[in-house]
């Protein structure tokens, strides 16, 4: 399994609990594919730097997800359908972020030689 995040940029005519609907079936998909679903963090309403298909403003929403790249990658295919996202982006983080290789190593290299 591997670290994930997931930023979805929805488009801002959406009302709050069908945003909130759609980041549920996210969330559904990668536990139903083995995954484990991290925190999910609704950043708001935020103004782009350019127009995108149109649009002045977006619904920011970042999700974090422990998965395997198929889950992933089925999580991809099922935000570039959504006509109510407008961009999104699936990004494997790296193990040290996780936080679970690291770790071990540290404990490895604490322990004390033998004399």
């Given at each position: 399994m591997r670290p994930y995040e997931v930023m979805v940029i929805f488009d801002v005519d959406l009302e709050e609990g069908d945003i909130r609907e759609r980041v549920?079936?996210?969330?559904?998909?990668?536990?139903?594919?083995?995954?484990?679903?991290?925190?999910v963090n609704h950043w708001g309403r935020r103004t782009f730097?350019?127009?995108?298909?149109?649009?002045?403003?977006?619904?920011?929403?970042?999700?974090?997800?422990?998965?395997?790249?198929?889950?992933?990658?089925?999580?991809?295919?099922?935000?570039?359908?959504?006509?109510?996202?407008?961009?999104?982006?699936?990004?494997?983080?790296p193990e040290q972020v996780g936080g679970r290789k690291a770790r071990g190593r540290q404990a490895r290299a604490v322990e004390p030689e033998a004399s």
């Amino acid at each position: 399994m591997r670290p994930y995040e997931v930023m979805v940029i929805f488009d801002v005519d959406l009302e709050e609990g069908d945003i909130r609907e759609r980041v549920d079936r996210v969330l559904e998909t990668v536990k139903s594919r083995g995954g484990t679903p991290g925190a999910v963090n609704h950043w708001g309403r935020r103004t782009f730097a350019y127009e995108m298909k149109h649009r002045t403003e977006g619904y920011y929403v970042l999700i974090e997800a422990t998965a395997e790249p198929e889950a992933m990658a089925e999580v991809h295919r099922m935000l570039a359908l959504e006509d109510a996202v407008l961009r999104h982006k699936v990004i494997r983080q790296p193990e040290q972020v996780g936080g679970r290789k690291a770790r071990g190593r540290q404990a490895r290299a604490v322990e004390p030689e033998a004399s």
